[in-house]
């Protein structure tokens, strides 16, 4: 069976998220898309960041229509860290050792997210233990894929020049690596954004599902007025008692470490 894990903050999970798991589901032939929000993502350590609680529950509002995929647990707070943050590597073992042998496993990310990657907590293993999907955007060629690249398995500069000139799509087979790109599907659209829409009080329904424009609506997340922010240091105290969160004045929680 083939099955994915796509990473990530989903703060909150939108249609750009969902557009890119659908079209990687049919061309891989994807049975199970699990989504994995990071509990303590690592390149997030310095900015506030909504409770797991709730980000876990709009992916579950987000996928609950789509047979294919499934909000992830992995790493939740119950499941503490091992190195102080949600390092996909470690997550990615752990899911491992649950499948059969015969199941295809791989690792879904956005071009941006992909370009950072030889800054990931062992970046060699992660590509050896899943084929990576690459989701393409235009403006982005086959050599910044490939500069992109841990140093031990990036090719020779000339060959990173040479590939410059091709767009990011099609595939790149290296002894360790197998990278998948995705081209003609990412969306314009991007968490950041709708965390402003939402503080002005602007419709969100463009950007998210229903389901999860109404739980944003009704939880007051993303808001700044005075009373949504004490609502959302309440709901930040409890979900983050015992977590070692600190609760911001701003009502947003800040990671302790
Ligand atoms: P933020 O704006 O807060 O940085 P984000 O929209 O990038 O958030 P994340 O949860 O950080 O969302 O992203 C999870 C994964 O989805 C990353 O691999 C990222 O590159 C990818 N991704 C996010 N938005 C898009 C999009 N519109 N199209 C394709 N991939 C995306």
């Known amino acids: 069976m083939n ?12 249609l750009g998220h969902l557009a890119v798991a659908r079209a990687a589901a049919q061309r891989f032939e994807l049975k199970r898309v699990y989504f994995v929000p990071a509990y303590i993502p690592p390149h997030k350590l310095r900015q506030p960041i909504t409770p797991f609680g709730h980000r876990y529950a709009m992916l579950a509002l987000a996928t609950a229509e789509e047979p294919h995929f499934l909000p992830s647990l992995l790493e939740s707070p119950e499941r503490r860290p091992e190195h102080g943050a949600n390092y996909s590597i470690d997550t990615l073992r752990h899911f491992k050792r649950a499948l059969g042998r015969s199941d295809r496993v791989f690792f879904l990310i956005g071009i941006d997210a992909f370009l950072e990657i030889a800054t990931w907590r062992e970046p060699e293993a992660l590509l050896q233990e899943a084929e990576l999907i690459v989701v393409s955007r235009p403006g982005f060629s086959l050599g910044d894929v490939g500069k992109a690249l841990p140093p031990p398995l990036r090719p020779p500069e000339e060959v990173t020049k040479a590939m410059g000139q091709q767009p990011a799509a099609g595939e790149i087979v290296l002894p360790g690596a197998t ?26 329904l463009k950007l998210v599902g229903a389901p999860v424009a109404g739980y944003i609506r009704k939880q007051g997340l993303y808001r700044s007025e005075p009373s949504a922010r004490r609502n959302r240091a309440r709901l930040a105290m409890s979900a983050g008692a015992g977590s070692g969160l600190k609760v911001l004045p701003g009502g947003k929680p800040l990671r302790g470490k």
């Open 179 to 204: 990278i998948h790109l995705l081209e003609g599907v990412a969306e314009s659209i991007s968490a950041t954004q709708i965390r402003q829409a939402a503080e002005k009080g602007r419709s969100l």
């Open 3 to 14: 099955v994915a894990l796509f990473g990530g903050t989903f703060d909150p999970v939108h």
